[in-house]
């Protein structure tokens, strides 16, 4: 029999330790563990003796906020007592104190930056570059600071994934090469609609994530650098906190460009991939939270055209950061190749896309794709899957989705009933709105 532990007298949370060393953090109904311990699903992870820090920390990162928001306020000192391989990485050890930090702002408290110092000398450093990215952006700034951590594995601070084995030095040959007003600092992503930089600004001495696209001359012909610019543009024009800021878009000698700001943190696909199916509380939220700011793009008469969970990036105090407005109307419009790419994105792609009626896609095909992304939270499945193009947009097109309620009998119907309607074949059958979508979410309890 597994070892059980508490997290704290005051929390419903408590580790399994095996007797060969891994370990389990699960939730027990009730608050106490029966002798056949009852673990909620949607709580319930396996850490092996294994993992590293960085692991560790992305398995219980989104639980700990859910625990927190639930009441269970778990401090640092508990965790890192339970799993002491935490500490052994300053910068995770950091990034732990930091949310806290956030989370008491965000319950109305008033906590103090060095009292956190004093609490944790170990990462005192790695917290101080962390709170300077904090201070910058609640003073408008773009959150982040001279110091910037490179995201990890399974990140981006664009949407563009940065293909395994291909971050080596003859990836990285801008690095330190001027373009325009911006210093190149380390190569973030790259794929076929073009390359994304890490830059520095040096008249406003602020990073940014440079994006530098690729047109091919039929692209330019067909009118799309002309809409590229034109959206993203109007992008630039929006202010909302869940949509990343746009600064500066033009043309370098000839290269075109967009400089938006960079956003570190895990995207939502990488948060999926680490923590599996979401609360659904919490995963409505998120969405509720991703609707209200397509809904104001939607006003502005801005469509996204590829909400999907890479394009959507948590950042470090849990927020949904929607990105990549002109790249989307861009690759959508882009000669469809078989690449495994391409079919990752039409998973999320509405009828009218993969149908390729190209002048009915609208304000209700972004719904569409924040179903899906909703879907997929909820049940770590997509509404459809396959291995090749025709037989996804097949289902796209033809078959009706399976309720959510079929992966959790548990769901509130509620769920059942809001995907659904989002995934509806017909545009018109959809919410009406993001705004519509929005208030449906507010109801699950």
């Not at 401090?75 to 935490?86: G, N, S």
């Not at 084995?165 to 001027?178: C, I, L, N, V, Y």
């Not at 600004?201 to 696209?213: F, S």
């Not at 009828?351 to 719904?367: M, N, Y």
Request: proline share 6%.
């Amino acid at each position: 029999m597994p070892e059980l532990r508490r997290l704290g007298p005051a929390y419903d949370y408590w580790f399994l330790h095996f007797a060969n060393g891994d370990v389990i953090l699960c939730h027990m109904v009730g608050g106490a563990p029966p002798r056949s311990p009852h673990l909620e699903k949607s709580y319930e992870m396996n850490i092996s003796k294994n993992a590293t820090a960085r692991e560790l920390w992305d398995k219980i990162r989104v639980k700990r906020r859910e625990s927190w928001k639930a009441g269970k306020c778990v401090r640092v000192e508990t965790i890192v007592r339970q799993l002491p391989v935490l500490v052994s990485d300053p910068a995770v050890f950091a990034e732990m104190a930091f949310q806290e930090f956030c989370l008491r702002e965000e319950q109305g408290e008033k906590p103090q930056a060095a009292d956190f110092a004093r609490r944790f000398p170990a990462c005192a450093d790695a917290l101080q570059k962390l709170f300077a990215k904090h201070l910058d952006a609640a003073t408008g700034g773009s959150g982040v600071s001279d110091t910037v951590e490179f995201p990890s594995e399974g990140s981006t601070s664009c949407g563009v994934q940065i293909p395994e084995g291909e971050a080596d030095e003859a990836a990285r040959e801008g690095k330190g090469k001027r373009f325009g007003r911006y210093v190149i600092v380390d190569q973030l992503g790259y794929g076929a609609m073009g390359i994304v930089y890490l830059a520095r600004d040096t008249r406003l001495d602020r990073p940014v994530a440079l994006k530098l696209p690729r047109f091919s001359k039929d692209a330019v012909e067909d009118g799309l650098r002309t809409r590229f610019f034109r959206e993203a543009r109007a992008a630039a024009a929006i202010d909302h906190p869940n949509i990343c800021p746009v600064y500066d878009l033009g043309e370098v000698q000839g290269q075109d460009f967009i400089a938006m700001a960079y956003v570190a943190g895990p995207t939502l696909d990488a948060t999926m991939r680490e923590c599996g199916p979401l609360d659904v509380v919490e995963a409505c939220q998120l969405i509720r939270s991703v609707a209200l700011a397509l809904d104001e793009c939607h006003i502005h008469g801005v469509i996204h055209r590829d909400i999907k969970p890479s394009n959507i990036i948590v950042n470090q105090r849990g927020a949904p950061i929607i990105m990549d407005f002109g790249l989307a109307s861009m690759e959508n419009s882009a000669r469809v190749t078989l690449d495994q790419q391409v079919i990752g994105t039409l998973r999320y792609m509405s009828p009218e896309q993969v149908t390729g009626r190209l002048h009915e896609v609208g304000p209700q095909s972004d719904i569409y794709s924040l179903g899906v992304t909703l879907y997929e939270m909820i049940t770590a499945h997509p509404p459809f899957s396959g291995e090749h193009f025709i037989e996804i947009a097949n289902q796209i097109e033809f078959d009706l989705p399976v309720p959510p309620s079929e992966f959790l009998p548990s769901l509130p119907a509620s769920i059942d009933q809001i995907c659904l309607r989002a995934l509806a074949k017909q545009a018109r059958n959809r919410f009406a709105t993001m705004g519509e979508f929005a208030e449906a979410l507010e109801t699950v309890r």
